[in-house]
């Protein structure tokens, strides 16, 4: 494997690592169930810290993938190389950045939602990140690829 | 309490003939003025100095909205881990001096010097009703829901009672009921603990065409209600007449409850009594506005991924070459 490509793997579990704990933690549970109590993770239970971790590892990811697409699409490799299942998890990424976005947008000043829409944004971006860590847990697990 | 009541029907039967004249007037004003709000939000007034703290609008906020108050099931189920606080309100409905699930609005008394004489003054406090209000916008489930007129409120069929909208409130309003909500059908052992309840400025009566009931019951003209912009002329005209200061208009980066003072708020601030169920009167940074400027910096992000992609692409060409 070569450097270039353990980085990318790096940026991209590093960011999924910080996205999916300070999205989760947009939920009060983390004091709940004490795992704000151990040392060093105190911030878990900081809702406008994880909510600024959220957005720059949103940031992060959306820069990351942008770069992942367009590198694939100037270095001429073809569509056809992107297994089914790449094929799914660019899907679910979709999803979760599409929806995720939304809700920024959602919580800017003098922006307003229809409260449905709001809640279909939330269960929808929640009912993404879960799909994606199932389905990368089956990756790591099955030893699936994006590209054959 | 009974010392409230007696206080409360004293001053209710020397004011009420001639509060009611010119209450009349204001809220037939104030009606019109929410039916012509081309969308832009209404914010409420609140002149101070007009406070003799009778408690009316109290009163008429219990019962105005008394139909939307928690009616626990008890015995509460039990909830783990035993950290999770109960909180049950329902025994103490009659509290009024503070913000409980039973009770949306309540008066604070301070104590101030004018032109060197000590006068008392009484402050109505519920909630703020923010321009970015982050106990909505931070609400993991869309149960706390802000409209258009610029009112938030909490939807009691669906908030779970985590209180992070309490934790995010830079005044700490909304007030947890356990026992009660949506939590009771999902895992009341294990998530949730109740409902959380605040002022919704009335949003039933604003959708007939009605003021809020404190608005309407105040026999002192305490409050106007109108669109934000006359809103804010009006504080600042009426703060300038009275050589006053102002708050909530810039307060979390703007609020939708506009307080006209004699005394500045640092002075009320430090007179008034608070702590839990009982706000103060600081100053507050915009909470939200971290998150907006890196909103901001969001729109650079594919920006920022297509260059570095052009960028390895133009490298590599040249390489190649």
Redesign the interface.
């Known amino acids: 494997m070569n450097t270039t490509k353990k980085t990318r793997q790096y940026v991209y579990w590093i960011t999924l690592f910080f996205i999916t704990l300070s999205g989760f933690a947009?939920?009060?549970?983390f004091k709940?169930?004490?795992i704000a109590d151990i040392p060093g993770l105190g911030w878990l239970a900081q809702?406008?810290v994880t909510?600024?971790i959220h957005?720059?590892a949103?940031?992060?990811l959306?820069?990351?993938?942008?770069?992942?697409?367009?590198?694939f699409?100037?270095?001429g490799a073809g569509l056809n190389r992107v297994t089914g299942f790449g094929f799914f998890k660019i899907a679910i990424l979709a999803g979760l950045i599409v929806t995720g976005?939304l809700m920024?947008?959602?919580?800017?000043?003098?922006i307003?939602f229809g409260?449905t829409a709001?809640?279909v944004?939330?269960l929808s971006h929640l009912s993404f990140c879960m799909i994606l860590l199932f389905v990368s847990l089956y990756s790591v697990i099955r030893k699936k690829r994006w590209v054959g | 309490m009974t010392s409230k009541l007696s206080r409360r029907a004293f001053l209710k039967g020397s004011i009420t003939a001639a509060g009611s004249v010119v209450a009349t007037s204001g809220i037939a004003r104030a009606a019109k003025s929410i039916t012509h709000t081309n969308k832009e939000p209404l914010a409420t007034l609140l002149d101070i100095s007009k406070c003799i703290g009778c408690e009316e609008c109290v009163f008429a906020c219990r019962e105005a909205n008394a139909d939307k108050y928690p009616e626990p099931a008890k015995p509460f189920p039990k909830m783990y881990?035993n950290?999770?606080p109960v909180q049950d309100w329902s025994d103490k409905r009659d509290v009024i001096d503070r913000l409980t699930p039973y009770n949306w609005l309540f008066i604070q008394h301070a104590s101030a010097t004018v032109n060197g004489e000590q006068i008392d003054l009484t402050i109505p406090r519920r909630c703020m009703h923010c321009?970015?209000p982050p106990c909505v916008?931070?609400c993991?489930?869309?149960s706390a829901?802000?409209?258009?007129n610029g009112l938030s409120r909490i939807?009691p069929d669906?908030c779970l009672g985590?209180?992070?909208c309490k934790?995010?409130c830079p005044w700490d309003i909304p007030e947890r009921q356990t026992g009660v909500g949506l939590y009771l059908d999902l895992l009341p052992g294990l998530?949730g603990n109740g409902t959380m309840y605040k002022c919704d400025r009335c949003y039933n009566r604003l959708e007939k065409g009605e003021v809020p009931a404190c608005i309407e019951a105040c026999p002192e003209d305490v409050q106007t209600i109108g669109p934000r912009s006359e809103i804010l002329k009006k504080a600042h005209a009426l703060a300038r007449q009275m050589n006053g200061y102002i708050y909530g208009e810039h307060e979390n980066?703007g609020t939708n409850t506009i307080y006209v003072s004699p005394v500045p708020f640092e002075e009320l601030n430090k007179s008034i009594e608070t702590g839990k169920g009982k706000p103060h009167l600081n100053k507050v940074k915009n909470?939200?506005a971290?998150?907006?400027n890196?909103?901001k910096?969001?729109i650079?992000?594919?920006i920022?991924?297509?260059a570095?992609?052009?960028g390895?692409?133009y490298l590599s060409s040249k390489e190649d070459k």
Do not use: C
């Open positions: 947009q939920m009060p549970i709940r169930y004490y809702f406008y909510h600024i957005y720059i949103a940031i992060v959306i820069a990351f993938v942008i770069y992942v697409f367009f590198d699409i100037f270095r976005v920024v947008v959602k919580n800017l000043p003098n307003y409260h709001v809640i944004l939330d | 881990p950290r999770v321009e970015n916008k931070l993991p489930w869309g829901k802000q409209e258009e939807d669906l985590g209180s992070k934790k995010a998530a980066g909470m939200m971290d998150g907006t890196l909103a910096a969001m650079v992000a594919p920022a991924g297509l570095a992609a052009f390895k692409f």
